[in-house]
Structures are given as C-alpha cells and as structure tokens.
C-alpha cells in the first residue's frame, strides 16, 4: 500500500518532501508501538494499528530512499545500492541480536 501511494506521488511532489513525510509517518507508528507498550495497553488492534501505519510509512518511504540512493551518478550507483543493502541488513541483524539476546535461555 506504501508503494503504491508512493508510486502516485512521486511525479507530482519533491522526492525530498515525499521522504521526509512517509519517514514521518513511519516513525509516527514507531512512536504509537512505543506509547502503547510503554503504558501496558497492548491489544490485538493496537499492534496492528500501529504496525500497520509504520508498515505503510516504511513501505513508502524504502523505494524512494534507494531512488535518491543510487541517483547519485552513473559511477557510484553500484556502491550507492550496496552500501544501502548493507545498511538495511545490519539494521535488522542488530535488531534480531537485542532482542534474542534479552530473553532468557531455557533449558
């Protein structure tokens, strides 16, 4: 859905302002997760809710980052993609390495 709307957007609006308002709204469903966990509310629909408007922000705003990324030049654009993957990758390897290593090991 993020893609989509993205897709509808980009000729018409500065790729800059598109990404920093589907960043936005990434970020915002973040937040949402955070307070709602945070406060002890957690519920079917509270996560979904907020997964939902983080998955649509992400969803949106990913195309045009690697857009902007290897929009660099014809000679870095290779690079450009790489380093981008690479960013993406060792994002989620952090994230998967915090939150195996705070549960506990049972035997």
Do not use: D, E
């Amino acid at each position: 859905m993020g893609s989509f709307v993205s897709s509808r957007l980009a000729p018409r609006v500065r790729l800059t302002s598109l990404l920093r308002a589907t960043s936005g709204i990434a970020v915002l469903g973040a937040v949402l997760f955070f307070v709602v966990s945070a406060t002890g509310m957690l519920s079917v629909g509270s996560v979904l809710g907020t997964m939902v408007i983080l998955s649509i922000g992400v969803g949106a705003s990913a195309p045009i980052a690697i857009t902007s990324a290897i929009s660099t030049g014809p000679q870095t654009i290779g690079a450009a993609a790489g380093l981008y993957g690479f960013v993406q990758m060792a994002n989620g390897a952090l994230c998967t390495l915090r939150s195996a290593s705070s549960r506990p090991i049972r035997h």
